[in-house]
T-cell receptor
Framework: GQQVMQIPQYQHVQEGEDFTTYCNSS?????IQWYKQRPGGHPVFLIQ?????EVKKQKRLTFQFGEAKKNSSLHITATQTTDVGTYFC???????????FGGGTRLMVKP | DGGITQSPKYLFRKEGQNVTLSCEQN?????MYWYRQDPGQGLRLIYYSQIVNDFQKGDIAEGYSVSREKKESFPLTVTSAQKNPTAFYLC?????????????FGPGTRLLVL
């Protein structure tokens, strides 16, 4: 099925530093979703991107879909301890009807 | 409140036993999913159901079975054929099936084989 690679796998940051996770595919994606899973919790939907070059913001979070629709990024400005968790992308290509989840990026924030 | 419930939260199984994990939703969603998550890993799709009385294998269906007799319920049985069942199991649902739909997840069941 569709493969999406997420990097980095882990990231430690000092509170107040920025953080970015990337989701990459070798094929063109139809859409991409981002989810957050707090430690010990379950994934919660954050946003969906559909258009080439699309940028969406949610407070300190900025989501971007690449021009070629083969990659996406989630950027957090000035991280806070509440940002701790694992961020997953989930994507599908035009041939598939199911989402495939990336491996996730685990964010740890030092106060 | 609408949502997805999974039970039990923790489940211990002896080797050679089958166990069934419960998943119930009152969101009136047609589609339901089961995922497996291993420590530090992503989500891998076990089975999904697009509508009542229908289900399809996901990427790692071997050693698992499901049923979808009611719209609200999608139980997962981990059989003795599953070689390494210790994991966190997540159930999810969406309004309809497909890549455009937001998936809503239950709280999960942690299965430990003794």
């Amino acid at each position: 099925g569709q493969q999406v690679m997420q990097i980095p796998q882990y990231q430690h940051v000092q509170e107040g530093e920025d953080f970015t996770t990337y989701c990459n595919s070798s094929t063109t994606l139809s859409n991409i979703q981002w989810y957050k899973q707090r430690p010990g919790g379950h994934p919660v939907f954050l946003i969906q991107l559909v258009k080439s070059g699309e940028v969406k913001k949610q407070k300190r979070l900025t989501f971007q879909f690449g021009e070629a629709k083969k990659n996406s990024s989630l950027h957090i400005t000035a991280t806070q301890t509440t940002d701790v968790g694992t961020y997953f992308c989930a994507a599908s290509n035009n041939a598939g009807n199911m989402l495939t989840f990336g491996g996730g990026t685990r964010l740890m924030v030092k106060p | 409140d609408g949502g997805i419930t999974q039970s039990p939260k923790y489940l211990f199984r002896k080797e050679g036993q089958n166990v069934t994990l419960s998943c119930e939703q009152n969101l009136n969603h047609d589609a339901m999913y089961w995922y497996r998550q291993d420590p530090g890993q992503g989500l891998r799709l076990i089975y999904y159901s697009q509508i009542v009385n229908d289900f399809q294998k996901g990427d790692i269906a071997e050693g698992y079975s499901v049923s979808r007799e009611k719209k609200e319920s999608f139980p997962l049985t981990v059989t003795s054929a599953q070689k390494n069942p210790t994991a966190f199991y997540l159930c999810a649902s969406s309004k309809t099936s497909g890549r455009w739909e937001t998936q809503y997840f239950g709280p999960g069941t942690r299965l430990l084989v003794l």
